[in-house]
C-alpha cells in the first residue's frame, strides 16, 4: 500500500448464506521531518557537531553562515512547523550564533522542503556551543532538536624559518614578519637587542602573535665578523 491511500477486501461468510463482507484498510497520512546540512541528514537530538553536515563551524575569523534544509520528501502530509511567527526555528545558548534567516513558509507539503541560515560570529574565546529547536507537527520527532559549535580562531601563526644575518664589524637586523590565517602578515617582537656591533655570533628569538591568544617563536642567529 501507498501511505495515505485505502483499498478494499472482499471476504465471504460462505456458512451463512454466502454473505459479502468488505473491510477497508490503509496506512496513515503523516508528516516526516528531516534536517539537512551540508548534504548530510543531521539525526533529531545530536548533540555531538561535525564538520561533516556543518554543525561544527570549526575555527573561523570572522563571521560564518550555514545554511541548513527541513526536509518533507518522505512525508505523506503537510509538515508545519509551529514556532511563533515568524521566529519558526530558535536558538538557545551561546550569544555568538543567531538564526539569521527563518524559514519562508511554516508549511512544507509533501515531498517539500524549506530552509534557514544560522550565523556564528566569533566574538568570545573558546569553544561556543548552541542549540536549535524547531516545533512542528512530526508527532514522533517534535521538537527537532541539534548542536552546532564554533572556535574563535585556535590557528597558530606559521613559524618562519629565518635566515642568518651576517655582517663586518657591526649588524642591524630588520625585524621578520611570517603569515597567520586570520591576523595576513604579522612582524616578529623581540626583547633581545637588534644592533650587534660586537663580533661574534649572536641568538635572537621572535615572537610572532596573532593578537587571538595564538603566538609562536623562531630564533634566527646574528653573525658579527
Given amino acids: 500500500l501507498i501511505p495515505g491511500t485505502f483499498t478494499s477486501i472482499d471476504f465471504e461468510q460462505s456458512q451463512t448464506g454466502g454473505d459479502n463482507r468488505q473491510l477497508s484498510v490503509g496506512l496513515p497520512v503523516l508528516p516526516e521531518i528531516d534536517v539537512i546540512g551540508n548534504g548530510m541528514s543531521i539525526p533529531d537530538g545530536d548533540t555531538s557537531p561535525s ?7 570549526n575555527s573561523v575569523c570572522a563571521a560564518t553562515t550555514r545554511t541548513f534544509t527541513i526536509d518533507n520528501s ?9 514556532g511563533t511567527a515568524p521566529n ?3 536558538i538557545s545558548g551561546s550569544a555568538d550564533f543567531t538564526i539569521s534567516a527563518q524559514p519562508a513558509s511554516n508549511s512544507i507539503p509533501p515531498g ?4 534557514f541560515e544560522v550565523t556564528y560570529t566569533p566574538n568570545l574565546s573558546g569553544t561556543q556551543t548552541a542549540t536549535i529547536s524547531i516545533p512542528n ?16 580562531d585556535v590557528t597558530d601563526p606559521i613559524t618562519p624559518t629565518l635566515a642568518d644575518v651576517t655582517g663586518e664589524c657591526s649588524v642591524t637586523v630588520t625585524a621578520p614578519t611570517t603569515t597567520d590565517n586570520c591576523a595576513g602578515t604579522i612582524t616578529g617582537t623581540t626583547t633581545d637587542p637588534v644592533v650587534y656591533n660586537t663580533q661574534g655570533t649572536f641568538t635572537i628569538t621572535w615572537t610572532f602573535d596573532d593578537g ?3 603566538s609562536v617563536t623562531a630564533n634566527q642567529t646574528v653573525i658579527v665578523d
Avoid: I, K, Q, W
Fill in 51 to 57: 564538520t561533516t553536515d556543518d554543525t561544527d563551524f
Fill in 74 to 82: 518522505v512525508g505523506t502530509a503537510s509538515l508545519e512547523l509551529d
Fill in 88 to 90: 519558526y526555528v530558535t
Fill in 112 to 115: 517539500g522542503s524549506t530552509t
Fill in 137 to 152: 507537527s512530526d508527532c514522533d520527532e517534535d521538537p527537532y532538536n541539534f548542536r552546532v559549535n564554533g572556535r574563535f
Fill in 212 to 214: 587571538n591568544g595564538n
